[in-house]
């Protein structure tokens, strides 16, 4: 049954993956109405799925894309800014292998990366010698040289949510759990039909339709304006597996395969080792992808051509696939395609328009709102100036003294808390951990326990300013405790939000 009500919108944006998100957060903050939805939970399909990197693209170099490693790289730098307790530098060590281009031209690859950088805050690349070094120690000891270079590592879950925090408290409506289920145009306005989980379904009225559906932007095309487009996407399955720690120190590894390919292997979580990623085309997508286990072969035989010991596959302890949707420039294989985005209108200037978002990536969702926005002005007479990229995302205001500072402020507040739990918060939430402890002052005054230092206290957070839903909303997407909390635990998590629904 469809309500009769018919709320009015100048946005309505279809997806919050981290472009839909992006785009709802800077729309909101010029002043528009914006209402953002999702057939399922936020970031939760491909942004939830990366390999948690913000980067410039080294590899691009190779393709001559260098305006998008300088629109990359200029986006690094800003959102370390906005959100400095989820982004943070991550070095990187490359082994040489005589299969690779010979030193002296990956140095002057590496001297081209951080002259594109323009002033990063980030370390120079550099030439190391790995033989006797704790970047070599686990390595072979064919492995003799190399190279390091920094880029930054993220959760791509939580950059996504706080964007759509963000858009929220700016006044944006946030629905997910709930499916465009038609549209049509009506003089200067899109009559849409959204419906719920439940089945149930409610009209509303939007100036512009924003297709930000990822891997199923095609699909969304077809079923609003009749046809795909010219436009095209390819899909690619990239997996990841986490394993238990494969080396000391902080630093990760790019590791370049015989086959051409790169994988990485970066220190996640403290206590393990994040390996990704592979390709694998896909023709249509995938609501919840799963890894094939010839991926997880092929990423541990990648990690025992470099290291002393590869894993086992029986060693996976977490694993996850996403689908990359990538603008289909004609290149021949995945790693070839431009990670460029393209912006399709169908509308005409006395119409309302629907704009699809082709491709994209994670590190430069923030300058694509923009460009969206950009492109829309002729049906937005009077768009306030770009904005975001000065404002802290929540929690991001840490103050000059940073995350240490930060953590000082917890500590002394609370006392008798755990210093990693204290870290774990301060990580996840910034600024906002203190909204979560509340007047907690022990860890009994959290709740209970679910296991890996996940808190009643914290999971009641989620379910009321986070959209989380689910057991798997919170041991993956907000938080990564899932690696810690075992079956019972995730049982009494499940139970625990299964009460909390039938309280509301």
Known sequence: ??????????????????????????????????????????????????????????????????????????????????????????????????????????????????????????????????????????????????????????????????????????????????????????????????????????????????????????????????????????????????????????????????????????PFEDDYSLVGTTEVPLDVPQIAPQIEAAETDYLCSIVGRFFHAAPDPSQVVWSFAGIRALYDDGRGSASAVSREYRLAVDGSAQEAPLLSIYGGKLTTYRHLAERVLDRLRPWLHGLRPAWSAAVHLPGGGLGPRGLPGLLLELAGRYPALPPDLLHALARRHGTLAVRVLGTAQTEADLGEHFGGGLYAAEVDYMVAHEWAREADDILWRRTKCGLRVDAAGRARLARHLAERELVA
């Not at 002033?119 to 492995?143: H, I, M, N």
């Not at 499916?179 to 512009?208: K, P, Y």
Request: proline share 5%.
């Open 1 to 266: 049954m469809i309500s009769s009500s018919a709320p009015a919108f100048d946005l309505l944006i279809v997806g919050a993956g981290i472009n839909g998100a992006g785009l709802a957060r800077d729309a909101a903050g010029r002043g528009l109405k914006v209402l953002i939805v999702d057939q399922g939970d936020i970031a939760g399909a491909t942004s939830s799925a990366s390999t948690k990197l913000i980067h410039g693209g080294l590899r691009y170099l190779e393709h001559y894309a260098f305006g998008l490693v300088r629109e990359s790289l200029a986006e690094r730098e800003t959102l370390l800014a906005i959100a400095p307790h989820l982004a943070r530098e991550q070095r990187f060590v490359i082994p040489h292998t005589p299969a690779q281009r010979p030193r002296w031209m990956i140095r002057l690859g590496l001297a081209l990366y951080d002259g594109l950088a323009r002033g990063s805050s980030l370390k120079r690349a550099q030439a190391l010698s790995l033989r006797g070094t704790p970047y070599g120690e686990p390595l072979r000891p064919e492995f003799t040289h190399g190279f390091a270079y920094s880029d930054l590592a993220t959760d791509d879950a939580r950059l996504t949510l706080l964007n759509v925090m963000s858009a929220a408290q700016l006044g944006a409506q946030v629905r997910p759990r709930t499916q465009l289920v038609g549209a049509h145009r009506e003089g200067h306005e899109w009559q849409a039909v959204l419906q719920a989980a439940d089945g149930t379904q409610q009209a509303c009225t939007a100036r512009i339709l924003v297709n930000a559906a990822g891997p199923w932007t095609a699909h969304v095309r077809k079923m609003i304006a009749g046809s795909d487009g010219p436009e095209s996407l390819r899909l690619v399955q990239g997996s990841h597996i986490v394993v238990p720690r494969l080396h000391a120190g902080e630093q990760a590894y790019l590791l370049q395969n015989d086959d051409g390919r790169i994988a990485f292997v970066i």
